[in-house]
């Protein structure tokens, strides 16, 4: 199933004006965001990426043109040849596709339409948040249904407090916002390629095709309370680093399962058959 990452935003909100990265090759620990969205999606199998770049897209190219697997995989140098004993990328496909320097979220997947029209369902992502959520579960559930989007769906993560205050001005109650029953798009998306339909030239895929879908009955939740987190701002991508350099990465889903026993294999295998 192909993965479509939208990296090509200025990301103003994450700029520190030492760098013109896009927000996605910004780093958590020695890899950049994109990689470890990437990794995410390759776990559960899909490994064939469309990159829709835009400002600094020399930055994503040269990276992956220079890509040092050394990085993160165990090696052995012998006569100053290096033998990798693992791969992160050896069997991915990337294209790499210019969508303009302006172009809003919904025009850049206007623009590599042709590379997803011919697919059942594809996936799409914003390259700047990470989770651990089922996602073979969540593409199953869009599978089964007549939808025609599927957004995940989390908590909001705002630290703020709501104030209930009364028509005498007199504060009836405050509560936090993770409290209130609502949701928030949690930027992780399934999509047949007909909702590419409801985006107009230069549109938005949330602001105009989402929002279309849903009145019309077409657009799918996967409601999702386990570990989601963006790297929308500096402090939040400096909360990723602090955990990552803490050895707490719920995201690195590809990791536990490098860390389970081989009867654990077996057993999960027999599940997922008796299923």
């Not at 405050?174 to 909702?195: C, H, K, Q, S």
């Not at 009955?217 to 570990?227: I, Q, V």
Request: glycine share 8%.
């Amino acid at each position: 199933m192909k993965v479509v990452l939208f990296c090509g935003g200025y990301g103003m909100r994450m700029r520190n004006g030492e760098s013109d990265a896009p927000k996605p090759m910004q780093m958590v620990g020695p890899r950049p965001l994109i990689w470890h969205v990437m990794r995410y999606y390759a776990h559960f199998g899909h490994k064939e990426f469309i990159l829709c770049l835009g400002y600094g897209a020399h930055h994503v190219k040269d990276y992956f043109l220079d890509y040092r697997e050394t990085e993160s995989n165990d090696f052995v140098m012998r006569r100053g040849e290096v033998e990798l004993q693992g791969s992160d990328i050896a069997d991915w496909t990337i294209h790499f596709v210019h969508t303009g320097l302006e172009s809003p979220i919904g025009e850049r997947l206007r623009r590599v339409r042709h590379l997803v029209e011919d697919e059942e369902i594809f996936l799409a992502n914003y390259a700047d948040v990470l989770t651990d959520a089922p996602l073979d579960d969540m593409v199953e559930r869009f599978r089964a249904s007549d939808a025609t989007a599927s957004l995940l769906a989390v908590p909001p993560q705002a630290v703020f407090h709501i104030v209930d205050v009364d028509a005498s001005d007199h504060v009836n109650s405050i509560y936090p916002v993770t409290d209130m029953r609502i949701r928030e798009n949690g930027g992780y998306f399934a999509l047949r390629p007909e909702a590419i339909d409801h985006i107009p030239e230069n549109g938005d895929l949330v602001g105009d095709a989402c929002t279309r879908l849903a009145k019309e009955g077409k657009l799918l939740s996967y409601t999702y309370d386990g570990f989601w987190q963006p790297a929308d701002t500096l402090k939040e991508r400096n909360a990723l680093e602090a955990s990552y350099r803490a050895g707490t990465r719920p995201w690195m889903v590809w990791e536990r399962e490098a860390e389970r026993t081989p009867l654990e294999g077996l057993v999960d295998e027999a599940l997922s058959r008796a299923r």
